[in-house]
């Protein structure tokens, strides 16, 4: 078992062929360690969404090697992929994605009835107790407010206990106290039960959460940031957006 949860050999994303392609990624390698939090940053259009796409499998390389939990990515067939992402990885995004019909406990529980498995009713309400709505399981998500929504979004990505958490944006679509509730629980998570996650996003204040701080620019990673407050990665970004391109 290597201490990497995923690593990331000189991967390359282009979209498009000829004059009409787009490099998203270059050469980008990278580690995310077990049991650490990473933020990943940059300019509208440096490859962050391509990023995570590529290292949670959602997305496959043009070129270079995925590595996720020792398991090489790139020569998976679809279906294997699939079982990949099911198994091991969850996603939160900015957007719910609740079902409105179903209460918080049968949202958790989707993923375990998609893949045939019959979810235990114990393990539902305790990753809803997890992140603080163990008196809500049987409330639906109009009856709840947004961060309480998202919530249940980061219990349902935890259901199946998966080794990497990706967060496109999660606290987006949240106030600014909302989102600090979130963040505070994913920090949590990693400090408490030794889970690995990655989170791209644009708020300096949502960064600052965690361990190290990546930044991309025109698709290639322009440096790190380690413990940095929201105000120094806020000047970094500054510059960076400053650059002429």
């Given at each position: 078992?290597?201490?990497?949860?995923?690593?990331?050999?000189?991967?390359?994303?282009?979209?498009?062929?000829?004059?009409?392609?787009?490099?998203?990624?270059?050469?980008?390698?990278?580690?995310?360690?077990?049991?650490?939090?990473?933020?990943?940053?940059?300019?509208?259009?440096?490859?962050?969404?391509?990023?995570?796409?590529?290292?949670?499998?959602?997305?496959?390389?043009?070129?270079?090697?995925?590595?996720?939990?020792?398991?090489?990515?790139?020569?998976?067939?679809?279906?294997?992929?699939?079982?990949?992402?099911?198994?091991?990885?969850?996603?939160?995004?900015?957007?719910?994605?609740?079902?409105?019909?179903?209460?918080?406990?049968?949202?958790?529980?989707?993923?375990?009835?998609?893949?045939?498995?019959?979810?235990?009713?114990?393990?539902v309400r305790e990753v809803l107790r997890q992140v603080g709505l163990g008196e809500r399981a049987r409330h639906r998500p109009t009856e709840m407010s947004g961060g309480q929504q998202q919530?249940?979004?980061?219990?349902?990505?935890?259901?199946?206990?998966?080794?990497?958490?990706?967060?496109?944006?999660?606290?987006?679509?949240?106030?600014?106290?909302?989102?600090?509730?979130?963040?505070?629980?994913?920090?949590?998570?990693?400090?408490?039960?030794?889970?690995?996650?990655?989170?791209?996003?644009?708020?300096?204040?949502?960064?600052?959460?965690?361990?190290?701080?990546?930044?991309?620019?025109?698709?290639?990673?322009?440096?790190?940031?380690?413990?940095?407050?929201?105000?120094?990665?806020?000047g970094r970004m500054a510059r960076l957006e400053a650059v002429p391109c």
């Open positions: 078992m290597t201490d990497d949860a995923i690593r990331l050999r000189s991967v390359t994303r282009r979209y498009g062929t000829g004059g009409m392609s787009v490099t998203a990624l270059d050469e980008v390698s990278l580690d995310f360690p077990r049991g650490t939090f990473t933020a990943v940053m940059g300019p509208s259009g440096s490859g962050k969404s391509t990023l995570l796409q590529c290292a949670a499998g959602l997305d496959r390389p043009t070129s270079g090697s995925v590595t996720v939990g020792g398991t090489e990515l790139t020569g998976l067939s679809e279906r294997r992929l699939t079982l990949l992402r099911r198994d091991r990885i969850g996603f939160v995004f900015q957007a719910f994605n609740l079902l409105p019909s179903l209460t918080a406990e049968q949202n958790v529980a989707l993923p375990l009835r998609l893949a045939g498995r019959r979810p235990p009713k114990a393990r919530r249940v979004a980061l219990a349902r990505a935890l259901i199946t206990r998966p080794e990497v958490l990706f967060g496109d944006e999660p606290t987006g679509a949240l106030d600014s106290r909302t989102g600090r509730e979130v963040l505070t629980l994913l920090r949590g998570m990693v400090d408490r039960e030794g889970r690995t996650i990655v989170m791209v996003t644009h708020d300096p204040v949502a960064a600052s959460y965690a361990d190290r701080v990546v930044l991309l620019v025109d698709g290639r990673v322009d440096g790190e940031l380690t413990g940095a407050s929201a105000e120094e990665i806020a």
